[in-house]
């Protein structure tokens, strides 16, 4: 007669499970290959799981790249934060752009941006990521053109210089770098790029 006090097997995950390896790994996939680019088998390979796993877990592409693209925020973030407490807006640019370059030119990860690689030739299904990307990149917009207002008040700035046009030029040449090294642009090439915006820079 069986046991009928014996617990039923629990079935899952295995506890060995890593959800935050596994997400880590998912990251890198989108960041190389972008959203579209990232094939569902290429992302549960990575992530050493199975597909029913993977939306048990993450539940929908869609959720797993929101998921990674916050992961890379978290990690990005503070370097573009410390960059804008420089003490005047030449330094805050300089520093931005030399960060950023050197983080788009890191050894053993993808070149560029997630930001920028995440949206590219993004089809009308992508909108919402494509959308939710742009969304990100008009705040770090709104933050650097906050910091040049506040440049031109304490004269920093010239009292002509566009707090706006400065920060959407800036952005531009951040986001342009990222394709650059994604193209396979140098860091010492990057580098000469922020050399170049520094010299042109107002007085």
């Known amino acids: 007669m069986k046991d009928s006090s ?42 050493g799981m199975n597909r029913p796993s993977l939306y048990a877990v993450f539940g929908n592409k869609e959720n797993l790249f929101r998921m990674a693209a916050e992961r890379y925020r978290a990690g990005h973030e503070p370097q573009f934060i410390a960059a804008l407490m420089e003490p005047n807006a030449r330094a805050v640019v300089s520093r931005l752009l030399r960060d950023t370059a050197d983080a788009q030119t890191e050894d053993g990860k993808p070149h560029g ?14 909108m919402p990521i494509r959308t939710s990307l742009a969304e990100r990149r008009a705040e770090q917009k709104d933050l650097l053109c906050e910091r040049f207002e506040r440049a031109r008040r304490e004269g920093d700035l ?19 770098m990222a394709v650059q090294a994604v193209d396979g642009a140098t860091r010492q090439q990057l580098h000469e790029v922020v050399d170049q915006v520094l010299r042109s820079w107002p007085a």
């Open 158 to 176: 010239p009292a002509d210089a566009c707090p706006v046009q400065l920060a959407r030029y800036v952005m531009t040449v951040s986001n342009g």
């Open 6 to 47: 014996t617990p039923p097997r629990k079935t899952g995950r295995p506890r060995s499970f890593d959800e935050d390896a596994a997400l880590e790994q998912a990251m890198q996939v989108f960041w190389e290959k972008g959203y579209e680019g990232s094939s569902l088998q290429d992302l549960t390979d990575a992530m």
């Open 113 to 126: 941006c997630l930001v920028i690689n995440g949206a590219l030739a993004c089809g009308e299904e992508a």
